[in-house]
């Protein structure tokens, strides 16, 4: 029940290879796991791991998202579990005391969270978002300044969906409380929300995701013809189209939704278009801009203010940055170094390259005669050969966040796993990776195309340029 029935055992880093200073850092803490239980607990945390990987948009973060797992022992194992809840009347003694039935809704799963936020913040001082995995089978979870999961049926998705709450302040987008048959939750209270994925308002010029609906989508987009009880009746639009779908928010009606469903509506959906923008935005640590003085003698970064900079590094013969982070080359041996986030501090991660490209969850680097194309494997020195030779690389968010132009200027975009690429695109001046596609600036014309990921065709989409580049604005 309290911080004596159980002891910390200490912390291990299971994922990413984000400098830890900049990195959206999640933390997996047990309770109810007993000293002999730890493996099991390690497990979970596993499946949570490749979870998140395989789920939009995480999918796209890679290794820029840090996860630490925190084994904790409990004297017993699981939760609490309140007969007032419809629960079984269990009482069982755990380190962060952890209790099913919070507000007499047995599915709503607490614990202390003073105790998991000073238990994470001296394990992993620059965590982002706590998270305790329950070691029970009974289905529960809850978001907030702490999110809580259980081990129930589909575990790894109640973890998702709290996620979305305790990280990025979602809503619940289903219409009930307790369960769809309560009373008292026909209509919503006015006052408009202050989450980003709810609102109960449907003009389209004050909508919140307004700029994310057609302008041929009907507003509201759907309405319950019964406020008396939820709207269970077929989305009367294509999946995936953004509107204004009424019930939200714990309420029949007068709350609507960005669309029809969503994983913060019902597990094993994607989040809906405005979930994943919300999620996309917050997940990105702060930016710094960075410079190699004329002389290449030192780098500076910004510091946000006036004109003011900081020097961050001595002298330098090129300096590469994306979601990843900062490396530069050695002005004499150009071997690389990877900036580490204090101010003089490198870490030497690699030898000489032709060029390299930063991505959002590691570095790529074009041998020197540009025979070869390596990945860095977020690890000492050591680096993996991904794929053949290739005339300049670029990397950015789109598809697996990497391209090379070959040597007869034609584009290829890596698949993910070592020698598999395909064909995107013919010949091109150069090429730039943004979070939807990549852009050309054509070889002949100089007009900007873009790709339109099917094939190798592109669309054409802007007159001559000298150069383009894509990013964050």
Known sequence: ??????????????????????????????????????????????????????????????????????????????????????GTGAKVRTYFDSTFGSLNVRRALVCNNSTVLQTAAAQVPEF???????????????????????????????ALHEIGHTAYGLADEYAYYASENETGHDYHPFGEPAEPNVTLRTDRSSLKWGWTVS??????????????????????????????????????????RPEHNCKMRELGNPFCQVCLQVIRARTKRAKNICALTPMKDAVYRYTGMGTSWTKIGGAAGQIYAGGWGLVATNPSSGDLYRYLGTPSMWEHIGGAGASFAVGTDTVYALTPNKDAVYRYDG?????????????????????????????????????????TWKLTGTAGASFAVATDTVYRLDWDTFTVSRYTGVSITWTKIGDAAHSIVAGDI
């Open 128 to 158: 982002t978002v706590a998270l305790v995995v329950v070691n029970s089978t009974i289905y529960g979870g809850t978001g907030g300044s702490v999110g809580t999961y259980s081990l129930a049926d589909g575990a790894t998705e109640i």
């Open 1 to 86: 029940m309290t911080t004596s029935d159980g002891t910390v055992q200490g912390h291990t880093q299971i994922h990413g290879t984000a400098p830890r200073n900049r990195a959206f850092t999640i933390v997996l803490l047990g309770d109810g796991f007993t000293a002999a239980q730890q493996t099991a607990f390690n497990t979970a945390c596993t499946q949570f791991v490749t979870a998140l990987n395989l789920t939009p948009p995480f999918d796209k973060s890679g290794r820029a998202i840090n996860i630490w797992r925190v084994n904790v022992t409990s004297t017993d194992s699981g939760a609490d579990d309140p007969v007032a809840a419809g």
């Open 379 to 419: 690890y000492g020195t050591s680096w993996t050969m991904i794929g053949s030779a290739a005339d300049q690389i670029y990397a950015g968010e789109w598809g697996r966040g990497l391209v090379a132009r070959n040597l007869n200027a034609s584009l290829r975009s890596y698949l993910g796993t070592p020698g």
């Open 215 to 256: 302008p041929t989508t009907a507003l509201p987009t759907m309405s319950n013809p019964t406020c008396a009880k939820v709207d269970n009746r077929p989305s009367t639009v294509p999946a995936g189209r953004v509107g204004c779908f009424e019930g939200a928010h714990y309420y029949h009606c007068r709350a609507f």
